[in-house]
């Protein structure tokens, strides 16, 4: 119900917009294109290989050939050889995850109640199957997520508010000190970044990164509905195990002593 929102209940307190906001998903919440693949995979070039009923209807219908398709190079941590999946742009990257399993899209409609719009916010979306060190040499993603924060400051005048989920927050403390170690700036974060909002980040780790890299276990790793139930019974545990493992971001997950 609209009355209920609370975007709209802000807005009708005097509430507008006033900092740029950028927000970084979590682990598993972005959908990941096909740029390059196998004759297997050819007709869905441009086409979500994760996060859409064409994950689905792949992964019901070719389950061998989605599988080489989503996992990394074992030994490199990037791209197997022939196949390139990069992540989608825009809000659609992480608004909804398999269409009614909702990730950003509440927070980005409420935004827009008070005057947000794609100029003053941005969703950095990210390849989340890579390491974070990968994520910079495959991508450049912390350079280009930086030159972002700087143009979002320099046209409002204003400090960025950075909004995080689940392993995005991990990904933010890793980038904060990135970019003053590279910029030589250890004044950087302090003149861009207003405030770091972080949603269920799991600083520490979390125990079901063992399980999942262990036994290929994905109940409470990868648990979203539909999605989860489709991991969890279509693709067996060796399956779950080997992909779980190719991707560099599992290991940020591991626990580890506070």
Not at 127 to 142: G, I, M, T
Not at 237 to 242: A, V
């Amino acid at each position: 119900d609209n009355v209920e929102r609370h975007g709209l209940k802000l807005f009708a307190a005097g509430v507008r917009k006033k900092h740029p906001v950028v927000m970084v998903p979590g682990i598993v919440t972005t959908g990941l294109e096909l740029w390059q693949g196998e004759e297997c995979a050819k007709k869905y070039f441009r086409q979500r290989m994760w996060g859409t009923m064409t994950m689905v209807h792949n992964m019901l219908l070719n389950t061998r050939c989605w599988l080489r398709h989503m996992a990394l190079n074992a030994t490199t941590g990037l791209d197997p050889e022939g196949i390139k999946l990069r992540s989608a742009q825009g809000f659609e990257a992480a608004d909804f995850v398999l269409g009614g399993y909702w990730v950003w899209s509440k927070l980005i409609e409420n935004l827009a109640d008070v005057g947000y719009d794609p100029a003053s916010m941005h969703m950095a979306a990210y390849d989340w199957r890579l390491s974070f060190a990968k994520l910079q040499e495959r991508d450049r993603f912390f350079s280009r997520l930086s030159k972002t924060i700087e143009g979002l400051v320099k046209v409002s005048g204003e400090k960025a508010v950075v909004v995080s989920h689940s392993m995005g927050g991990n990904l933010l403390l890793y980038f904060m000190q990135w970019v003053e170690e590279n910029r030589q700036d250890p004044h950087w974060v302090d003149t861009h970044i207003h405030s770091f909002v972080s949603i269920a980040a799991p600083f520490l780790g979390t125990p079901k990164a063992i399980s999942a890299l262990l036994s290929g276990e994905a109940k409470d790793t990868a648990e979203m509905g539909l999605l989860g139930s489709l991991l969890d019974h279509h693709i067996t545990p060796f399956n779950r195990r080997r992909l779980f493992r190719s991707w560099g971001s599992s290991f940020s997950m591991i626990p580890r002593g506070g």
